[in-house]
């Protein structure tokens, strides 16, 4: 393969380049995980699941399912060295399996592009909101101007599918650059500084003298409220959220140097994932009952609730425009990490400049965004299985096909790979070697399977 030096007694490197330090890998991991789905997705599958058990299934998804899962995209990734498709072949025949597990790095490409041309859509509209901000649009607005606002907004599929086309050129481009001059530089500022402004914006919910009822939302469980298809949501949430299960902690892992460690840089990454999942809700929760709004009502919750704070505060047209544009830039090192996989595919098996390929992978989920841009508006009408064409793509890619590759991917991990190998990439056999070992080989993909049970009503219900 050109490009890649694998030579014996050789570590491989990467054709794309490698993170300049630890930092700059953590940073960008970091980038693709918290984006749309802790700001945007978090609080309202939450609200529509009934709060507090759900954040419960949630948290014990994230630490029994995917850290593990996490570790070994990341193990894997580094040892491959490759694209996702390739390097799963590549290690299937290495371990003495087959190269067939390249359906699984497929599928994963597979699941990025249709992640990302919805998830665009929703950039776009956060876009929108920066620029509604910052020409004081929701100044002093109450509920029902605000509800108006974007209802109207997202019934103009010119409108939507404008913001859709600005938010990807901004992600072809980066793409285009490369791993370091693109990714890296983007990530750097933003996480800091959308923690800080989430600092602020949590002072004034907790002003808002409905802090306690928010709190009691999130972390009161009732599992009476905990059918199986929230339970299926609640680790699709946590795949989503997490950005495994499709390859881009796979890909960012084939950049990253032999010794950083990878525990360590999960555990940074899976814990600054979760904080910031949980501070959106309770930025978000108090804000909604204390104005009267409805938990429930769906991925136009942080759409409704945030501007009508900030047109409510001091200086609320600079923090609403802050707040917008770091969502979009959240929102866009998140979007990188989606196109990635597919794009050192592209240049890797077709031969093409990493420039033309962001273009043509770009262009194609740009093209198949546009079922969901049509979904708030013109085809809204249109449902089948579980809504719209975006509910359906949310859906299928979330929480089947990220939790049917992370099943995959620790039995790889777990089973296929041996134990020297996977000990190497993880600095030895030790005891949290062990401890991941067994998370890898038994309690993931048997959690896993389990949810998928209880989601199609083969379990019993829990209470
Ligand atoms: N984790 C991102 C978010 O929470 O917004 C979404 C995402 C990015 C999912 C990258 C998957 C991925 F590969």
């Not at 490369?178 to 990714?183: D, F």
């Given at each position: 393969m050109p490009g890649i030096q694998a030579g014996e007694g050789e570590k491989r490197r990467s054709l794309h380049g490698h993170w300049s330090s630890r930092m700059a890998f953590i940073l960008a991991v970091t980038g693709s995980a918290v984006g749309l789905g802790n700001i945007w997705k978090f609080p309202y599958v939450a609200g529509q699941n009934g709060g507090g058990a759900f954040v419960l299934v949630y948290l014990v998804c994230v630490l029994l399912i995917g850290m593990p899962v996490m570790m070994s995209e990341i193990l894997i990734g580094r040892r491959g060295r490759r694209n996702p498709i390739a390097t799963m072949a590549l290690l299937g025949e290495e371990e003495g399996s087959s190269p067939r597990w390249r359906l699984i790095g497929g599928m994963g490409v597979l699941a990025g592009i249709l992640i990302l041309s919805y998830y665009s859509v929703i950039a776009g509209w956060t876009l929108a909101y920066a620029f509604k901000s910052v020409s004081g649009?929701?100044?002093?607005?109450g509920p029902a101007e605000i509800s108006a606002h974007f209802a109207e907004f997202v019934s103009s599929w010119e409108l939507v599918g404008l913001c859709h086309t600005l938010f990807m050129s901004l992600t072809i481009l980066v793409v285009a650059r490369?791993?370091?001059?693109?990714?890296e530089r983007a990530v750097r500022f933003m996480v800091p500084a959308l923690l800080v402004l989430m600092l602020a914006l949590l002072g004034y919910s907790i002003n808002s003298g409905f802090f306690g009822e928010g709190l009691a939302f999130m972390f009161t469980p009732d599992f009476g409220k905990l059918t199986g298809d929230s339970v299926l949501a609640a680790m699709g949430q946590a795949f989503f959220s997490l950005s495994i299960g499709m390859g881009a902690i796979m890909a960012y892992g084939a950049y990253l140097p032999e010794e950083t460690s990878i525990m360590g840089t999960s555990a940074a990454v899976v814990t600054a994932d979760t904080l910031i999942a949980i501070l959106a809700g309770l930025m978000i929760f108090p804000l909604v009952l204390a104005n009267g709004l409805?938990?429930?009502?769906?991925?136009g919750l942080v759409f409704h609730t945030l501007p009508l704070a900030f047109g409510q505060m001091t200086g609320g047209v600079l923090f609403a425009t802050l707040f917008f544009v770091l969502l979009s830039f959240a929102a866009w090192t998140s979007a990188i990490g989606l196109m990635e996989p597919a794009v050192a595919w592209v240049v890797e098996h077709r031969h093409r400049s990493r420039a033309e390929a962001a273009m043509i992978i770009g262009v194609l989920i740009w093209a198949l965004g546009f079922g969901s841009v049509l979904s708030f508006n013109v085809l809204s009408d249109i449902t089948f299985i579980k809504g719209t064409i975006f509910d359906n793509f949310d859906h299928l890619t979330s929480n089947i096909m990220l939790p049917l590759s992370g099943v995959f991917i620790a039995i790889f991990a777990g089973w296929i790979m041996c134990r020297n190998s996977t000990a190497e990439e993880l600095g030895g056999a030790g005891r949290l070697y062990r401890l991941w070992r067994m998370l890898a080989r038994f309690v993931a993909p048997v959690g896993i399977l389990l949810v998928f049970l209880k989601a199609i009503g083969l379990l019993p219900e829990l209470s």
């Open positions: 649009s929701f100044a002093g607005a490369g791993v370091e001059r693109g990714l409805d938990p429930a009502e769906g991925p």
